[in-house]
């Protein structure tokens, strides 16, 4: 006999939870569709060379193997052994579990090139696996909610990506938000004007810290790796600065030595205005140019998004990438896209108090059960009930009232009807609200007619 | 560069399966709901304790057992190669992928049973993983939607079962199905009378191919399994039964001597006299004292669903069994469940042709884009659309109108909004039906009237 336990890093997900956790991909789901995105599937296990070079050393490392299936290790040697377990793995395992939406999306697209509609637009909500050490709020296994288009340079993605942020976050009650928006060319050409080109992806590390590391801890760091007290004072006027977006002049002022960066900008400019085309009320929209989130992928704009009111990280992110299906052997295909993070989004919901009452997911009434003969009678009340679209059921066994009514006060539900000898007889049922306590003698019509309206 | 390619045995979900796999999803789980089951996820990974054990030898070699993470090889040696795949799994292997959605579940009850409110009804939607060899309509990633209630014996559960298959399948639009039902006691007493008893497992293997092989395949089959001609003809009274449920009293004069025996048969008229009650129309169900489906495991009622016209096997089983969580520590915890089978059902669905019409889901209006002017022009156009609740989306890029109608048709969007320098100055915009191709020219106010209206 096995002590149960869940494997490290994983979670069960109860019926509580899971009304909210369905809130959100539902309303994530909707807000997709609502903008013409369409729904797409891929398997959990992938070939690992679909997988593996896509995220890095660091990425190989954390993809979860799965093992070949039969005899994985006829004719392994001592020497198999000895040459270390990078080797070993490709001799015993040739599967991976997928560790984000965006590689299985780009094999899909590279597949089915010939027969998809460009530019594609699709949604993909499914779990992921990392073998990363679990901690508060990390976990190995968690859902992605991706949105993604692919086969346009067309910036009406990225206006349309901040339309969806607004307004997915609004349906799920956030109101209290900031869209970060910056462009890797903004960044490119910080480089460049600083006096260290090509160098942005050093500096950019570093700059992804200042939130919590301070300017010095920045310069410090920078320091480290190479750079010097002329490159640091070159950058200090850019890390001071706040945008709101109604002007970029002293950034255009200060990156005006780079035709890149005024590339970007234009950019940046162009996406600005079309949110404001689109009419979009009180826009939480700000640039943030230390805004670097995975530079080695993003080639355009870059999007990050904080919830007010809480200590937690980035509830969404996201941006432009120009070489999708490079490594699959189709080149040129641009595209841009947004992860909505379930887990903090929950967390987000759950501090601030904003999941709305989902009690309509779960049983609205529940039939006593007193003996068979009541129960045989009760039986045709919860076929009325479920007919008009009400969530019913009876209390399995023949149980004391107490016990009854704990069951339905544990399980949330509303109202119960109690059926004993007496309103079989009169043919009024007991209708108990459980909340006030409140009981009300009605007929079965009378019943169906009060949760038709209750709806 | 690799060229990408799927799993074996696995698939990927485009756009128009997503959308009709989505419908038979969504209204299972209403189903569900509305007989009173509450939604419970548990992890793709689980410990390997937790899964060996319970599906047999064959399938603790059909779980996909996942690699250790880091250093899985170190301290292994010759020896542990000489052991064989068996024992060196247990070395470099702690966590394996679900197999199927009852251990998890068994484990949770487990695991949450100080919590829990019981009986506890829960559903699940989610895929489970085998290294079966991939064939035609066999898959090694599927979904499974199970519904189960754990800690009561009521019968009330089997017949709910009855029930809620019926609703299910008829709201999916499947009308024509026999949901079959036998007892394990009733196999236990055909064992006893034929003389045979507490052989019923090898009995049950034969005769559950009775459908393919025929009676004398099937006595063949019994007779190399050491049962003698005694026993045959015995059992041959019972093989050419047919029970439409009105009476079991054919079934009862020949199980007479079975005590054992009786009792199924008394669950099974209870069951009936139960699904009357509910007023259930053009009841489907049907006694099946051939049906044994996973024997060793079901101790009750056990259930299946066959659909009419199509030669796919069955689409839907069950049944109830007494030691759900004793592997786990846990007693005395009776259980009752089915299954349903979404790949098969979406099969027949297809094979029938009884998907509705979901375009719906997929987006109602497109907008053209004809110039920077025009698409900023439509921008307004777009958010009012998307405010009364259309799915609208812009063509992305300046494009020639062939083209852009091309791709509203290749994604099957049924209307299109025309926006040109003439419809800028009149404030008349061309709505275009896709399907007859009729053009109308109406004010943005009377496109949102329409729209309104017209969902």
């Known amino acids: 006999m096995s002590k149960p336990a869940l494997a490290r890093g994983t979670r069960d997900f109860g019926p509580e939870q899971m009304a909210k956790r369905m809130f959100i991909f539902e309303t994530i789901r909707q807000t997709f569709r609502r903008f013409g995105f369409q729904p797409l599937e891929t ?10 070079g896509k995220y890095g050393e660091e990425g ?6 799965i093992l070949n299936s039969g005899d994985f290790s006829a004719g392994l040697t001592q020497e198999d052994l000895e040459n ?11 599967k991976g579990l997928r560790y984000d939406l ?7 697209v590279a597949m089915n090139r010939g027969t998809l509609a460009f530019p594609f637009k699709r949604y993909q909500i499914q779990p992921v696996w990392r073998a990363d050490r679990p901690q508060k709020g990390r976990y190995r296994e968690f859902y992605q909610c991706d949105a993604d288009v692919v086969g346009t340079r067309s910036l009406l993605c ?28 903004v960044l490119t050409g910080i480089a460049e004007v600083i006096g260290a080109p090509g160098r942005e992806a050093a500096l950019c590390v570093a700059i992804d810290k ?18 010097n007290e002329a490159h640091l004072s070159a950058l200090e006027p850019f890390l001071g600065l706040q945008f709101n977006g109604s002007s970029f002049s002293r950034l255009e002022t200060l990156l005006a030595g780079s035709p890149v960066a005024m590339e970007g900008l234009a950019d940046l400019r162009e996406v600005w205005k079309m949110v404001e085309g689109f009419g979009l009320e009180n826009p939480a929209l700000e640039l943030d140019i230390t805004l670097a989130r995975g530079l080695s ?56 108090g904003l999941f709305p009452d989902l009690q309509q997911e779960g049983t609205k009434v529940m039939v006593t059960n007193f003996d068979a003969e009541a129960a045989y009678y009760g039986l045709n009340v919860l076929a009325r009930l479920r007919q008009v679209g009400c969530n019913a059921e009876m209390y399995p066994d023949s149980s004391k009232l107490k016990k009854q009514l704990d069951y339905a006060d544990r ?30 003698e009605l007929t079965l019509d009378e019943i169906i007619e009060l949760f038709i309206k209750n709806q």
Not at 43 to 52: F, G
């Open 43 to 52: 398997p959990a296990i992938e070939n690992l060379s679909v997988l593996m």
């Open 60 to 65: 190989d490392q954390l993809l979860f193997k």
């Open 210 to 227: 200042l939130d919590k590391i301070g300017q010095e801890g920045v310069f410090a760091e920078l320091l480290k790796t190479g750079f």
């Open 158 to 185: 990225e206006a349309e990506i901040v339309m969806m942020l607004h307004q997915g976050l609004r349906h799920l009650g956030i109101e209290a938000f900031t869209v970060k928006i910056n462009h890797r060319k």
């Open 411 to 440: 399980k949330n539900i509303p109202y119960v009807v109690l059926i004993g000898s007496q309103e079989m007889e009169t043919g009024k049922l007991t209708v108990k609200h459980m909340k006030s306590g409140q009981q009300n």
């Open 297 to 352: 992928y993003y080639t355009g704009c870059i999007f990050e998004v904080k919830a007010h009111n809480v200590r937690i990280g980035s509830i969404c992110g996201g941006g432009r990438y120009d070489n999708l299906t490079e490594s699959f052997g189709v080149k040129d295909m641009s595209g841009v896209g947004i992860s909505f993070g379930v887990d903090r989004i929950y967390d987000v919901m759950e501090e601030l």
């Open 102 to 108: 965006t590689v299985p999306f780009a094999r899909f």
């Open 84 to 94: 270390g377990p990078k080797k070993l793995i490709t001799r015993i395992s040739e």
